[in-house]
């Protein structure tokens, strides 16, 4: 599933294209991509015609600031990815929405299980869908370690499930959520309310260097390749993980053995030797 890095890597890659750019069509291939709308036409309607103001990113969400006060909101889901293309060019399978620049370009939303949506919402309704369920951004505003020891105060729920609510901190999933965990040394079935505040401190110091080093390679792309960058080419971050998907190898580190451990429905990868 794409995660901060992957969005970002995408958001730094697509801003040269659109920003600037007049969109001057959205087709919709599949309505399920604009389910967020209760008018399923309302998106296409409300983002032909509007420049692109700016491009930016909140978590896991990519957002584009369209003259009008429209922000044309994009989320990858499980499985989605952008390509940029030109009018004609042969598309990928599973291409659900193709948005159509001035200039010559098109914006492809390429997404197999459908997981990933668009929208382009008002003022009012980007505050009823972000207000209190999206936390602050994990690499752009990371509460202090403070602010972190009092948001996992008292909580039960392992550390990990933690890292994965978006609400305390956005933008972590699976993959970084492994790593950061691995490089703070904390196991990820811990009680978050366990955590001492050298342990919280510990962990927030491993978010931006993790999250920094899949954003230089661009992202994480799996075997699938369900995620690839806009101009096509895979993530390279995958061969220097340290924990993530590497059960049975030797940890990095230490030299202790990756296991694999189910934590609330999500698989968890960690070193029994040192993470503690």
Known sequence: MPELPEVEATRRHLEPVVVGRVIESADVRRERMTRRHENLRDFADRVAGRRVESLGRRGKFLLGLLEGDITWVTHLGMSGRLAVARPGEVEAPHTNVVIRLSGGYEVRMVDPRTFGFMAAWTPAEMDEQFGGRIGRDALDDLPTTAELAGSLGGRTAPIKALLLDQRVVSGLGNIYADEILHRAKIRPDRPGGSLTRAEIGALRAAVRPVLEAGLRHGGTS???????????????????????????????????IIERVVIRSRSSHWCRGCQT
């Open 222 to 256: 799996l075997g699938d390749l369900a995620y690839m960058l806009p101009d096509g080419r895979a993530g390279e971050y995958l061969h220097r993980l340290a924990a993530y998907g590497r059960e049975g190898e030797a940890c990095r580190r230490c030299g202790g």
